[in-house]
């Protein structure tokens, strides 16, 4: 890696890979993080130089693939690190310099709400899951972990979970109760819309969320019933129509194979020439690129 990509002065990034850097590296010694990436524990891993009595003799650091990593001095952003080697200044190992490690790992969030007045005045419950991960270490540092030493996906879920639940139910109070148990998909949008900004704000993406199902009284559990069972049956039609053009394509990309697999033979049989046989290569060749990109 190119040499001119520096942070602050502080550090600069001297391969792309751990194999790589390391060659660079023989014979001195490096900081890595020591969580595993794939566990539901801590989303961090933060390492002070007041910490490790080596931190001083340590001559870099390795980002994992599945991590980000930033690196404070006296709480300061000096940088924000992606995956590969680094190498440390002399200035970046000072008391008050740290290194913290995030995982891009994705969680899920289960959630529930209480009972939330629709517009009809009915009460009704929701649940379902959500889907998050940290898109942006610096916000996430800054606005969620702080001073923290360990942080874990049990305490982000406990702290997302209240702001799903609020703009779940901000949203649900606008709707009557048939409009609600109708409108599912558009509940959704509704709240990844509005839950967009404020997670955005904490370094975090929403990568998904799903209304897995209503609370509804008595009274209304034979509507909520026909929804589910139109709801599957609509589904259910998408999918056969889905189905039905991925075998459509699947048929092009066999049917231009085969062309130009005659146009092959036909070329080396001398049945075509050179230029007609460019030509119709050509032709086919985009077409084949073009629906095997479709079909993927």
């Known amino acids: 890696m190119a040499e001119v990509e520096k942070f602050g002065g502080l550090f600069r990034k001297i391969g792309d890979t751990v194999h790589i850097g390391t060659k660079k590296f023989k014979g001195k010694t490096i900081l890595s993080s ?3 990436p794939e566990s539901a524990d801590s989303l961090i891993f933060r390492l002070r130089s007041e910490d490790r009595d080596s931190f001083r003799k340590d001559d870099g650091f390795i980002v994992k693939d599945p991590e980000n990593a930033i690196l404070l001095q006296s709480g300061s952003l000096v940088g924000v690190a992606g995956s590969g080697i680094y190498e440390l200044d002399k200035a970046a190992k000072r008391p008050g310099s740290e290194i ?11 959630w529930g709400t209480p009972g939330i007045y629709t ?3 009915i009460m009704v419950g929701c649940y379902g899951i959500s889907r998050m991960r940290v898109v942006n270490p610096r916000n996430f540092i800054m606005n969620v972990v702080s001073h923290k030493q360990y942080y874990t996906g049990e305490e982000l879920k406990n702290w997302v979970k209240q702001t799903i639940v609020a703009a779940v139910k901000h949203i649900m ?3 009557t109760i048939p409009e609600l148990l109708k409108e599912r998909r558009s509940l959704e949008i509704q709240t ?3 839950l967009g900004p404020e997670t955005s704000r904490w370094g975090l993406e929403l990568v998904g969320l799903d209304i897995g199902g209503f609370k509804v009284p008595e009274e209304y559990q ?3 019933s026909y929804e589910i069972e139109k709801q599957v049956l609509d589904r259910q039609r998408e999918l056969a129509e889905e189905r039905g053009k991925f075998d459509d ?3 092009k990309v066999k049917k231009y194979e085969q062309m130009l697999e005659q146009a092959d033979e036909m070329f ?3 049945k075509l020439s050179e230029e007609k046989y460019k030509e119709i290569t050509d032709k086919y060749s985009q077409k084949l690129a073009q629906y095997k990109a479709q079909k993927e």
């Open 249 to 251: 394509i699947s048929e």
């Open 119 to 121: 517009s009809d005045n």
């Open 100 to 110: 913290i490690w995030v995982t891009k790992r994705e969680f899920i969030i289960k």
């Open 222 to 224: 034979t509507l909520l």
């Open 34 to 36: 020591d969580f595993d």
């Open 173 to 175: 109070s606008r709707y």
């Open 192 to 194: 990844r819309s509005e």
């Open 268 to 270: 080396l049989t001398g």
